[in-house]
């Protein structure tokens, strides 16, 4: 009912995007001829575990549910419905794209040393949580989010900045390459709590605002932003049953929610697994030199 009504008045393309599905599918389509039938053209290359597979795969799910599905426009007029997205875009799913790429695929990347000196440069623990953050709250700044919901250009830019520190931001934590920078597990679980404690500013600026913030969620949209076109809306199109203030203050909670369960997933899963590997160390090991 919900879907029929998106596509009924927003239209077929402005509500499911199907160039980013031709995209997605493009992608996911070298991916797989990479690791299967194309694998022996890459050097000491292995096979790829099935759940990398997996993880690879719902990665790129997430892309486009977040990318191309209705949730982008319903993130026009709703707050909380743009803040599911965001933490969908750019919390988990370069997680799970890092997670799903094995290290050989990457290796022709660095191959050039101008490209390896900028990836080890913004994939440094510092720099790769000081971007990502203040890139993200720079977008929610209140002028900078109403300038992008109505400008195609700066809506895909800030998308892709985000997109790329994104992946830079959680590179030191999967590191699937040698020469990137590796961080011990101690160190890991250090930098996701420094991720945690520096993006919780912005979601406490939503969450505690006497007034609204975003004159795109009171006033209603003017344009629709997709990744490959945009389109003139207004808010008659959508019945928002939330008010400004009750919709800003639950995209917030989504938000830091999102953040928390995403943070905290990977942060027990990297417990687990040192815990594990401790355990299994030799006692002679345990012994200092």
């Known amino acids: 009912m919900i879907l029929t009504y998106f596509t009924s008045t927003f239209g077929f393309r402005a509500t499911w995007n199907p160039e980013l599905i031709f995209l997605t599918l493009l992608i996911g389509f070298a991916y797989f001829s990479l690791i299967g039938p194309l694998r022996h053209t890459f050097a000491h290359s292995t096979p790829v575990l099935l759940r990398q597979k997996w993880m690879f795969a719902l990665g790129l799910l997430l892309f486009y549910f977040g990318m191309g599905s209705p949730l982008n426009v319903a993130g026009h007029f709703l707050f909380s419905a743009h803040m599911l997205q965001q933490s969908l875009l750019y919390l988990v799913m370069p997680l799970l794209l890092l997670a799903g790429t094995p290290g050989w695929l990457l290796s022709p990347l660095l191959e050039r040393k101008w490209l390896r000196a900028l ?171």
């Open 119 to 289: 990836i080890r440069l913004f994939s440094h623990p510092i720099p790769a949580v000081l971007l990502f953050n203040a890139l993200f709250s720079f977008y929610h700044m209140p002028v900078i989010l109403d300038m992008a919901m109505n400008s195609l250009a700066m809506h895909n830019l800030i998308h892709l900045l985000l997109l790329l520190s994104s992946l830079l931001m959680w590179t030191p934590v999967i590191a699937p390459l040698p020469q990137i920078h590796r961080l011990t597990e101690l160190q890991k679980l250090a930098y996701i709590f420094a991720n945690g404690v520096l993006i919780t500013p912005a979601c406490a600026l939503i969450i505690f605002s006497a007034t609204p913030l975003y004159e795109t969620y009171v006033n209603g949209p003017t344009m629709l932003c997709a990744p490959f076109f945009s389109a003139p809306i207004d808010k008659s199109m959508f019945a928002v049953s939330l008010e400004a203030l009750d919709d800003q203050r639950l995209g917030g909670i989504i938000m830091k929610l999102m953040q928390e369960l995403t943070y905290g997933s990977v942060l027990a899963y990297i417990f687990t697994a040192w815990y594990r590997k401790e355990r299994d160390q030799p006692d002679d090991q345990l012994l200092p030199h």
